[in-house]
């Protein structure tokens, strides 16, 4: 993963790829929680999405949102 496309999410403090998500400041997951934005569809490999970078923890409050 190239460093400078790293970015990291306001909500779940996750880094995540800036070219996977429609959000300059949140990462795919949150975005489409928050916002409805298109999700990643991810594919989780090890500890993160292997297209998004999303490290797959998501903050309390989208958790929340979630159930
Ligand atoms: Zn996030
Ligand atoms: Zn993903």
Not at 12 to 25: A, G, L, R, V
Not at 43 to 55: E, H, L, M, Q, S
């Given at each position: ?31 489409s ?9 991810h ?13 797959e ?11």
């Open positions: 993963m190239e460093q400078h496309k790293i970015q990291i999410c306001d909500e779940c403090k996750s880094e995540f790829n800036k070219e996977s998500s429609e959000m300059e400041k949140l990462c795919p997951e949150c975005s929680i928050l916002y409805g934005y298109k999700n990643c569809e594919v989780i490999k090890g500890k993160r999405c292997i297209k998004c970078y999303w490290n923890k998501s903050s309390e409050y989208i958790e929340q949102l979630k159930k």
